[in-house]
Nanobody, 127 residues
Framework: QVQLVESGGGLVQAGGSLRLSCAASGRTLSSYAMGWFRQAPGKERESVAAISRSGGVTSYADSVKGRFTIARDNAKNTVYLQMNSLKPEDTAVYYC????????????????????WGQGTQVTVSS
């Protein structure tokens, strides 16, 4: 069992930056591929970024490519999402998720592939 807790959300002006953190407890995070998802009001949850167990492979949604960076520190059992050049359309609740996998290089953008989820953190970008 893995418990995930997101932090770092808040209110920021368009063009600004935020860094989200996802702290894990219960098991070592190095056993899990990780992902960040978001859900805006009235919309379906969508994948934002994904990272492999080792951190050597990352992947991004087209909407955030070049602006967001996912990273992990397995020693600290924490995953990060650096968000730059934020836009009002980035406003959403952001969730981190963990996916148990034996492969050190795999990742996924499919929410159904993930086993554990955090409670989410609100990001609001004002225009």
């Amino acid at each position: 069992q893995v418990q995930l807790v997101e932090s770092g959300g808040g209110l920021v002006q368009a063009g600004g930056s935020l860094r989200l953190s996802c702290a894990a407890s219960g098991r070592t995070l190095s056993s899990y591929a990780m992902g960040w998802f978001r859900q805006a009001p009235g919309k379906e949850r969508e994948s934002v970024a994904a990272i492999s167990r080792s951190g050597g492979v990352t992947s991004y949604a087209d909407s955030v490519k070049g602006r967001f960076t996912i990273a992990r520190d397995n020693a600290k059992n924490t995953v990060y999402l650096q968000m730059n050049s934020l836009k009002p359309e980035d406003t959403a609740v952001y969730y981190c998720a963990a996916r148990a996998t034996y492969s050190s290089g795999s990742y996924s953008h499919a929410s159904g592939d993930y086993n554990y989820w955090g409670q989410g953190t609100q990001v609001t970008v004002s225009s």
